[in-house]
């Protein structure tokens, strides 16, 4: 962040600007805090008088539709309306360009803001960064009372804090992960304290609703399970080709990760995946010990959480998912000694 200035909560709600067509960028594959705080930003900004869209490289995957209903059909840059033209750009929870996609050459160099909770990442604009907050969730619900605060709205708008509430969880794993906070409960203490939503109901459709094709990929990412390092690094891939046989989406895939994870002695859980036939491949990585999984990935132009991280292999580096899973391998391996 050294070439970008390092803003306060309070600096940033100023910086807003109110009365704006404003564009907010969300990183791809977006998850339950990415699409909560992102839309729950939106509505901020329409209370602020901006006309506002949502934008990613991907759409929202099914078991998160709930979320935002009929807000916005989709969230595509090729399907924002032709005769909406951004003049405020704020990325949120999205730590570095890598993450952008697509988007990041399509705005490069027009990104006013960003708002960002991972402790290692890619500056690329002014903005708010605090590594210390669970979630984007907990730093929009920090921002939207700032702004209540300093007069910029009059309210909080009606479902701000059911997606922020979806967003928290969503990130912390159901209050169940090492980025919880005393800040955490607080926030979704005040959350909940209105009676507006039902958080029994989110976290059931986050958490334990699954579809038989979501099981299935499960079922044989397991198989394709490896253990490394005497059992302390578990690695599953999932080629494009295994993808395209049973016709799974990239939705299909996200909870690949949380096998290797839950197994008694391993230390760091990765799943790598290759959504194309191209030679790029996504990893993310779990650590449920010391090795600090967002180094590892920023090491290969990735970032996140010291607990929880993700990059991008390409080739000449990695040709196949074998290959990519020995360099990560041998790359995790060192950081386990």
Known sequence: MCDFRQMTRAELAAALRGNTNT???????PDGDAVGSGFALRLLMEAMGCTVYCVCEDEIPERLHFLVGDKQESILPEN??????PQQIITVDTASPTQMGRLFPMYDGQIDLMIDHHAKGTGYADGWINGK????GEMIFELSR????AGRISAIPKEVDKLLYAAVTSDTGCFRYSNVTPATHACAAELLSDGSFDPAEINHLLFEVKSEKLLLAERLGAERLTRYCGGALGIITFPASLKSQYGFTDEHLETLVDIPRSLEGVQVAVAIR??????????????NGHV????????FGGGGHVKAAGCTLEAPSAVDVDTAAQLIAETIAKALN
């Not at 564009?23 to 594959?29: E, S, T």
């Not at 924002?80 to 033209?85: E, I």
């Not at 700032?146 to 605060?149: A, D, I, M, V, W």
């Not at 290759?274 to 650590?287: E, H, L």
């Open 23 to 29: 564009l907010i960028a969300i990183h791809r594959h």
């Open 80 to 85: 924002l309306p032709t005769d909406f033209t």
């Open 133 to 136: 907050a669970s979630s984007a």
């Open 146 to 149: 700032e702004l209540l605060k």
């Open 274 to 287: 290759q959504p194309t036939d191209a030679p790029v491949f996504r990893v993310s990585m779990r650590s």
């Open 292 to 299: 600090d999984v967002a180094a590892v990935c920023a090491g």
